[in-house]
């Protein structure tokens, strides 16, 4: 008698076959389709470290989008062209040096004017006059400080600032001193009868100097502008 093997069934014709381990009747063992399960679900650490990664993105993204928000608003500072500051600055360095030679010539009776004196051009007659002084001051010292103020204000450094009280205070400094200068021409003509060469100079820089900065007022220089609307 023909014995048989655990494991294998008896098939008419004589046959045998082979029974699986891991199945039951040609279906998966419940053991290993656990384990297969198990293989393909993703464990609590793999979760841990996914929700991690999405929280850290989440929070970078967070701080570089303001930063990069804030950098395209960023307001841009509507500079003059570089031959209009350079322009104004040199005028305002020409006249600050005029201003400190008539105020050096004011207190030191040894300096000399180089200006001619005659009936009608006489800048020792101007210097001296009663209208040398306003409000008790020389005028020298006055344009000393006038010019002072413009040399620093029309720098090209301070050009490329938007701070609304120096803009302010170059164009208001303008007006006072096209005011103050049409007074000292009609002074000289018609009170002390003599005109001053170096006076007239510092009138001629003062009158550019103003048309200058109005006209860089009415185009906005000095303030701020949106690079986006540019």
Not at 5 to 34: E, Y
Not at 43 to 61: F, S
Not at 211 to 224: C, H, R
Request: net charge positive; charged share 10%.
């Amino acid at each position: 008698m023909a014995t048989r093997k655990p494991g294998t069934t008896a098939r008419p014709g004589g046959g045998t076959k082979s029974r699986d381990k891991g199945t039951r009747g040609g279906r998966p063992d419940a053991s290993a389709t656990a384990g297969q399960r198990q293989g393909k679900q993703p464990t609590r650490q793999d979760k841990q470290g996914n929700g991690q990664a999405r929280v850290t993105g989440q929070a970078q993204r967070g701080r570089t989008a303001p930063v990069a928000a804030a950098a395209a608003v960023e307001p841009a500072v509507a500079a003059p062209p570089a031959w209009f500051q350079w322009t104004t600055w040199g005028l305002s360095l020409a006249g600050l040096g005029v201003s400190i030679y008539l105020t050096i010539a004011h207190f030191n009776t040894a300096v000399t004017l180089a200006c001619p004196a005659t009936s009608t051009v006489n800048c020792e007659k101007v210097t001296t006059s009663p209208q040398s002084y306003a409000f008790g001051i020389p005028v020298a010292v006055l344009g000393l400080a006038f010019y002072l103020f413009l040399a620093v204000a029309n720098s090209p450094w301070v050009w490329r600032m938007a701070w609304p009280p120096i803009r302010w205070a170059r164009v208001g400094s303008m007006v006072v001193g096209i005011v103050f200068v049409l007074w000292l021409v009609y002074a000289e003509l018609f009170k002390i009868g003599a005109i001053c060469l170096w006076c007239t100079s510092v009138h001629v820089i003062t009158f550019t100097l103003f048309v200058l900065i109005m006209f860089s007022f009415a185009a906005g220089y000095g303030t701020t502008k949106n690079p986006a609307l540019a």
